[in-house]
């Protein structure tokens, strides 16, 4: 993923929530944008939504 364009979204949380995201991020060596990024792909691919483009 990190070839790919990326696009800035502004994330409003609690911040007991992102204090959990953090120490997630933290416990698996990731920055918590990358843990947000890996979360949300987990849903994605879980929900059966993570399309790919075809190239």
Known sequence: M????KKP???????????QIE???ADEFRSTNGQIEWILN??????GRNRQKKT
């Open 2 to 5: 990190a070839d790919k364009e």
């Open 9 to 19: 979204f502004a994330l409003r949380i609690s911040k007991e929530m992102m204090q």
């Open 23 to 25: 120490q997630w991020a």
């Open 42 to 47: 987990e849903a994605l691919k879980k929900a």
